[in-house]
């Protein structure tokens, strides 16, 4: 008998009692590996002894000191070494407990920057389809994923949603990647100047989209024409990397590989590894310099911002990640995990497509792949496909509605960053497993 509201009630799951490296043992006995860090968080891998110690040690310190009242030795370290990875203009941090959090407080910030130039007008954000920015009202209403979104749809405050940067389906057979990136661009400004040119405040965007449409990489340019079109109307440029960043696509930020830097930038699951809960939004100078000189405070917050020990968890994470050199790690990793997916499903019947950057990568399934057609969505296959691999030993992270919300099913797989290659192979061969089990069945089902 449980006494937690679980996600499904009907069927409560298994216990987890134990982690230790890329696995996690269940009440019941079971090991499985960790494929996809829970949803793209652990990024050491669980157990690790000396984030334990560093969390332990800031609980014997100080376990809980008000933002109201003080800093903290953790929280401004971790802040340094977030400065020190990132471009000179993104200087300041804000810390926050979830990348929901992170997303809301973008949101507010840019709206406070607006208001402090005089410019209390600018009040439009827009995002794009299928996006993902988190579950909470602010964040869940420029989400673009239309299944997230239908049934608090009433309670949505308003944003704007333009096309996503998704080349596979939406790029036309006859376009260049570039003529793509700049008919993309031309929406954005072209709803711009719908909305009235001065009363845009946030373009707002996942670097490399994630649990919505599986590990979606944009096309080259991309990201310096909407840049373009952000700084003409002076609109600001936020950066959602909660999932992408802090090295999971193979450099430390997302962006790094965009040739462009944010205004602001979300980022939360790496950053803490699942060790505590944090998030945090990398500020712009000006953004900060606007609001100094003019009201003097955000006005913003939360009980636990910048909790001492979410930072000493964070802080250790991040020295580990850089003493022992796992972006590099991710990026070479990642494309050992490409080949062995290539290798696995590069001539499946049910593969359309494999894509990702660093170990961050995902395959989309297809009912065919000539012509190229998607599952119904009834079948459920990706949640088929979750549970089955969790039988075989294997955690990942599937999802629907890849193509539009609702139709198209993917599989995201985000192990450790030091996971070793055999576990590695050991995972696509259990996922292998998995999804072959799955289609046998529905085609039985089916008959066909
Ligand atoms: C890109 C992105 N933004 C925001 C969020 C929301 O983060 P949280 O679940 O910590 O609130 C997520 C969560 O998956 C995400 O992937």
């Not at 134990?18 to 499985?32: K, L, M, P, T, V």
């Not at 829970?38 to 050491?44: D, F, M, N, P, T």
């Not at 990640?321 to 990793?333: G, N």
């Not at 995990?337 to 399934?365: K, P, S, Y």
């Amino acid at each position: 008998m449980t006494h937690i509201f679980h996600r499904s009630p009907s069927s409560p799951p298994a216990i987890a009692v134990h982690g230790e490296g890329g696995f996690i043992h269940s009440a019941d006995g079971r090991q499985f590996f960790d494929g996809s860090g829970g949803a793209a968080v652990s990024c050491l891998g669980h157990g690790h002894p000396e984030v334990i110690d560093a969390v332990v040690q800031q609980m014997h310190k100080l376990e809980y000191a008000h933002t109201g009242f003080f800093s903290s030795e953790p929280a401004e370290k971790l802040a340094s070494l977030l400065a020190s990875h990132s471009p000179p203009t993104l200087n300041n941090v804000y810390f926050l407990s979830s990348g929901s959090e992170a997303i809301e407080t973008t949101l507010k910030m840019a709206r406070q920057y607006h208001v402090e130039r005089g410019e209390p007008q600018r009040r439009h954000n827009i995002a794009r389809k299928l996006s993902y920015h988190g579950n909470t009202l602010g964040a869940l209403a420029i989400g673009g994923h239309v299944g997230r979104r239908a049934l608090y749809q009433p309670l949505l405050v308003q944003a704007h949603h333009v096309s996503p940067c998704f080349a596979r389906h939406y790029r036309q057979a006859d376009e260049t990647d570039d003529a793509y990136a700049s008919r993309l661009a031309s929406e954005f400004e072209q709803l711009i100047l719908e909305l009235g040119p001065d009363t845009v405040s946030t373009f707002v965007a996942e670097t490399v989209v994630g649990a919505t449409a599986g590990a979606v990489a944009p096309v080259p340019g991309y990201f310096q024409k909407i840049r373009a079109v952000c700084d003409r109307y002076g609109v600001l440029l936020i950066m959602d990397e909660v999932m992408s960043g802090v090295g999971r696509t193979g450099t430390y930020h997302a962006f790094e590989q965009e040739g462009v830097v944010p205004d602001l930038l979300t980022m939360a699951k790496g950053l803490g590894g699942g060790y505590q809960p944090i998030a945090a939004v990398m500020v712009a100078d000006k953004v900060v310099d606007a609001i100094v000189a003019g009201s003097g405070a955000f006005q913003h917050g939360h009980t636990y911002v910048g909790h001492p020990v979410a930072c000493a968890a964070a802080l250790a994470v991040q020295t580990i990640i850089q003493r022992d050199q796992l972006v590099q790690r991710s990026a070479s990793m990642g494309q050992h995990l490409r080949a062995l997916l290539t290798q696995r499903f590069g001539d499946h019947a049910n593969v359309g497509d494999i894509r990702g950057r660093g170990l961050f990568q995902a395959i989309e399934l297809v009912a065919s792949r000539d012509p190229d057609r998607p599952f119904d969505p009834s079948l459920q296959i990706h949640a088929k496909i979750k549970r089955q691999a969790q039988q075989v030993g294997l955690l990942c992270y599937p999802g629907g509605g890849c193509i539009d919300g609702v139709h198209g099913d993917h599989v995201l797989l985000a192990p450790p960053y030091n996971s070793r290659e055999g576990v590695l192979e050991m995972a696509v061969d259990r996922l292998g497993q998995a999804i072959d089990l799955v289609l046998n069945e529905t085609a039985g089902k089916s008959g066909t």
